[in-house]
């Protein structure tokens, strides 16, 4: 079958991936230079297998009531957005129910443990590199309580799969030296040894240069315009470099998703949520921390990325744009500072990056992956905060759902 990608981003790149191991014909299209340039180029970097539970949880949309219109706020949502995404805040609202989280949290965490699979695949098959690290992610906690109520809720997800370490301060300094001249402010911590960090774009790249090699077309710097139907099902990608033939269509365009389906008429509940990062050199603190820090009451990661660190943090609703605020990425850092005062201002720091990107969020937290009501058509997005974490097994499921005969036996 001659299957044409929409989206160059990890997901359309791990779609390809397994739509090839399936013995499929494939291109993909991406209207970038290269493969992985808008929201998976500057993401925290983690394989986070150990925070894959959607943000609507119960009692989040009060903490965003709360937070409303506040700048400086970790989750910010502007009141010139809520008419806009009144709709989606009520799929938020249904969603953040006991029992809807905690399905959502169990069927991501089956997803995350698949695709981390996947990527040792992945990387065992390709020898792709990027920068990858296993073992090496810890969260840390400033509040008893909030350690309390987090290790309950990792502990109850043992039998599912997930492996959590109990960290005290003192386990949390052996586990990262950096973190010893702050360690009085540090109630304990968690460790997630099934996590890892990787540099998304340069997986992406590395993977679609190996897949180009291996006979995927990958048409660069071209913007998809719409979808051909003939006879109500997909005939064809209409580019702006011309036609592309096609017995199917897939659909990964991250927020840029929404309205292609519309002039289709599929309604795809995706809200682009903003998030900020900073990238540095090591060189500005070559002492600095080894583990990827994500720390709980400041609500920023910290992520040792091969010759890199990366700062992320802040998920803001209403502005669309992905050029960073100077505002909240210094609220940012200053978070950072807290613990890590070395990092002081580290965004003006010569060979800093700062950098946006829209995180693709469905209401309920689980990705789209799957047909549409036209033959031909089907979608793998929605990735929101864990597009990185399940991109590898998102592109899998995908290919076994198209039809993969003898993939198992095909790739890794
Ligand atoms: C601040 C931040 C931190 C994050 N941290 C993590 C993390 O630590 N771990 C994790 O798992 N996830 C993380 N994420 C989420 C993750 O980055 C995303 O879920 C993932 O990158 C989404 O991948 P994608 O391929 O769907 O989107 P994208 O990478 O955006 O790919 C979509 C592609 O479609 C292309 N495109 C759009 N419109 C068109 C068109 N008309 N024609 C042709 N091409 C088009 C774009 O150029 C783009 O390359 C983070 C996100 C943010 C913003």
């Not at 290269?34 to 998976?40: I, K, R």
């Not at 995706?270 to 990827?292: E, F, Y």
Request: neutral net charge; proline residues 7%.
């Amino acid at each position: 079958m001659r299957i044409v990608v929409l989206g160059g981003g990890v997901i359309g790149v791990a779609s390809a991936y397994w739509l090839h191991a399936a013995g499929h014909d494939v291109d993909v299209v991406e209207r970038r230079e290269a493969a992985g340039l808008e929201t998976s180029w500057g993401n925290g970097a983690i394989i986070h297998v150990s925070s894959v539970q959607p943000w609507a949880a119960p009692g989040v949309p009060m903490k965003v009531l709360k937070w409303l219109g506040r700048e400086d706020a970790p989750m910010l949502l502007r009141p010139s957005a809520v008419p806009k995404m009144w709709r989606w805040g009520l799929g938020f609202l249904r969603a953040a129910r006991p029992a809807q989280y905690q399905a959502g949290s169990l069927a991501n965490l089956k997803l995350a443990m698949e695709s981390a699979a996947c990527m040792a695949g992945i990387r065992e098959a390709t020898g792709v590199q990027y920068d990858y690290a296993g073992h090496c992610v810890i969260k840390t906690f400033s509040d008893q309580g909030a350690l309390d109520v987090a290790t309950a809720e990792h502990l109850a997800l043992a039998s599912h799969g997930l492996e959590t370490e109990v960290l005290s301060r003192d386990e949390c300094v052996a586990r990262e030296p950096a973190l010893a001249p702050v360690a009085g402010k540090l109630a304990g911590g968690l460790g997630f040894p099934q996590d890892e960090v990787g540099d998304c774009s340069k997986f992406s790249q590395g993977l679609a240069a190996w897949l180009a090699a291996r006979g995927v077309r990958f048409h660069y710097d071209t913007t998809v315009q719409d979808v051909v139907l003939k006879g109500g099902r997909v005939a064809a990608v209409r580019t702006s470099a011309g036609e592309i033939p096609a017995d199917a269509v897939v659909v990964a365009l991250a927020s840029q998703s929404v309205p292609l389906l519309k002039r289709l008429g599929i309604a795809m509940p995706i809200q682009p949520v903003k998030g900020i990062s900073v990238t540095l050199p090591r060189a500005v603190w070559p002492d600095g921390p080894r583990q990827a820090i994500l720390e709980d009451s400041r609500k920023f990661a910290l992520t040792p990325l091969g010759d890199r660190y990366r700062i992320v943090g802040s998920a803001e609703v209403g502005d669309e744009s992905t050029t960073p605020s100077p505002v909240r990425i210094g609220a940012l850092t200053a978070k950072v500072a807290e613990l890590f005062p070395q990092l002081k201002d580290c965004e003006h720091m010569p060979g800093a990056i700062s950098w946006a990107g829209l995180r693709p969020m469905v209401p309920d937290g689980q990705p789209r992956i799957g047909p549409t009501a036209i033959p031909g058509l089907w979608t793998n997005t929605g990735h929101g905060h864990t597009g990185w974490t399940m991109a590898a097994g998102s592109g899998r499921r995908l290919a076994e759902l198209m039809g993969a005969g003898g993939l198992a036996e095909r790739a890794a």
